[in-house]
């Protein structure tokens, strides 16, 4: 199908989207990527009045690095900042690494040419990739307005399936990814049908290790819950201990046994995805112990 | 809306609604056909074009993004004198097509990735991954990887 009719707006500054964003906020979306607002709108599942395409403004596509600040840094990410730019380590340390292996699952090519990390985190699918990236390295996400700007972690600004915090006229203007300590391992392990579906599970991890005992751990799940949830009984069963593969086995039963009741659907129903659920957080764990003495070299 | 845009380095002044896809314009508006479209979602991959030199869905971009924009289609591939781009000739000699349905999409999806790196069909992994991209329904993929390698390895594109 073709879409129904809307007015059409590519402001070329920041200033010029939070206004354009303000003039009839209800009716009004943000055109980024375009690779799932206008797919949706192709099948007249969104029907907005309104585009404003954020495409025309240089500096949105700002990607740094910030170590400047004292606790360990940041990654910044803009809003026009391309899936395919993570496919090659965005940084030399784990997070660069982590955010390359987990670009690959993202659709296919010319996907990630357009679409966008902070569009799929507006986006919000249940297992979209980066929301289960940013709900499990706790990433900040700065919102602009007309009215100013606030910022919320990646758990507050998801709150269910296709549904974000983002008021009306709201911009995602930024996300912000703690850069990982030098002795994390890291690995995001899914379970899909093809490679232009959606994962149905995935587990994300980073496991840091010093002198053979694990000294923080993040372990993010998604498809178990109707949004990507932290696994908090599964990180504090690790945390303290070696990560050896029976307090890995543990702790992946914890991470599945925690979950809400899994959303069915008609290729996993809730018993099999909270099976799935357990093999993909110990797989996850498992490859990032691997990870690790590969890349770290095991103290 | 007014834009222009540049299509196989011609350039085009049209008059679209701002729905309008950049597929529809190129077959609709510009009569260039070769472009197909399947799906409409971003899944098949019959519609991928260039858009300053990367391969893009045009069922998901609007025209009026492309306004000032440089635009290549299946059409633009042979070389003026109609000699045909590697591709063409390697798609032939591995019966990489039955139907045609797909070929103008796989062919935009493969010349845009061999331009920027030729190295691509000596990782079979790499290769897999961008084919992985579009749908055939008819031939198989074996064919249209095999031709993808053979273009590879033949002399560079006519332009
Ligand atoms: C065939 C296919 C397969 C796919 N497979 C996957 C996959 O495996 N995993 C995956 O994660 N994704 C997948 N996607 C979706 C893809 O990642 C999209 O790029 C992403 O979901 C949306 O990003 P976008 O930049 O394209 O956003 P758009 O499509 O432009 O926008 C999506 C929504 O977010 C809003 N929005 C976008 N940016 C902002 C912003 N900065 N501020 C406020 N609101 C904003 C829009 O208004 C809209 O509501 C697939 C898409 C296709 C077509
Ligand atoms: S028609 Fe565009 S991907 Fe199928
Ligand atoms: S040749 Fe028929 S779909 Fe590919």
Redesign the interface.
């Known amino acids: 199908m073709k879409p129904a009719p809307f007015d059409y707006a590519a402001p070329a500054t920041r200033q010029e989207v939070l206004e354009a964003l303000a003039v009839a906020p209800d009716g009004t979306r943000v055109l980024a990527g375009g690779q799932s607002l206008v797919l949706e709108m192709n099948q007249r599942a969104a029907r907005p009045h309104r585009l404003v395409d954020i495409n025309n403004v240089a500096d949105f596509d700002r990607l740094e690095v910030d170590r400047a600040e004292q606790d360990g840094g940041w990654l910044r990410v803009g809003a026009l900042v391309r899936h395919r730019a993570f496919e090659q380590p965005v940084e030399s340390g784990p997070l660069g690494r982590l955010l390359a292996r987990t670009a690959h699952f993202i659709a296919h090519p010319p996907v990630r040419s357009r679409g966008t990390l902070l569009g799929s985190l507006a986006y919000a699918h249940p297992t979209g990739e980066w929301p289960t990236l940013a709900v499990t390295l706790g990433a900040e996400l700065v919102l602009a307005s007309a009215d100013g700007t606030r910022t919320l972690d990646a758990e507050s600004f998801l709150i269910g399936p296709f549904t974000t915090a983002l008021r009306p006229g709201e911009l995602l203007e930024e996300a912000r990814f703690p850069l990982l300590r030098p002795t994390t391992g890291t690995a995001f392990v899914e379970l899909r049908r093809t490679a232009a579906s959606f994962a149905h599970l995935s587990a994300a991890t980073a496991l840091s290790v010093e002198d053979g005992i694990v000294v923080d751990v993040r372990l993010g799940m998604a498809g178990i819950a109707p949004q990507p949830v932290r696994a908090r009984d599964a990180e504090h069963r690790l945390v303290g201990r070696p990560p050896t593969d029976s307090v890995i086995a543990e702790a992946a039963t914890v991470a599945a046994a925690g979950v809400t009741d899994p959303p069915p659907d008609p290729h996993s129903g809730s018993a099999y995805r909270r099976h799935a659920a357990t093999v993909l957080a110990e797989r996850a764990l498992v490859k990032a112990r691997q990870d690790i003495s590969e890349e770290v070299e095991r103290p | 809306?007014r834009i222009s845009l540049t299509v196989n380095g011609e350039k085009f002044r049209l008059e679209v609604?701002?729905?309008r896809?950049l597929a529809?314009a190129l077959r609709e508006d510009c009569g260039l056909t070769g472009t197909h479209l399947g799906c409409?979602?971003?899944?098949c991959?019959a519609c991928?074009v260039q858009v300053d030199d990367?391969?893009?869905?045009s069922?998901?971009?609007?025209a009026?993004?492309c306004d000032g924009h440089t635009v290549r289609t299946v059409e633009g591939l042979a070389a003026p004198d109609g000699t045909p781009h590697p591709l063409q000739s390697a798609f032939t000699a591995e019966h990489a097509l039955q139907c045609g349905f797909c070929t103008p999409g796989f062919l935009m999806?493969a010349a845009a990735?061999l331009d920027e790196d030729p190295a691509i069909t000596d990782d079979p992994d790499r290769l897999r991954?961008?084919l992985?991209?579009n749908?055939c329904r008819c031939t198989g993929y074996e064919s249209i990887r095999r031709a993808v390698r053979r273009a590879a390895d033949m002399p560079g594109p006519p332009d």
């Open positions: 809306m609604e701002p729905r896809t529809d409409e979602h971003g899944v991959g991928t990367s391969a893009v869905r069922c998901l971009m609007f009026v993004q999806l990735a991954e961008l992985t991209s749908l």
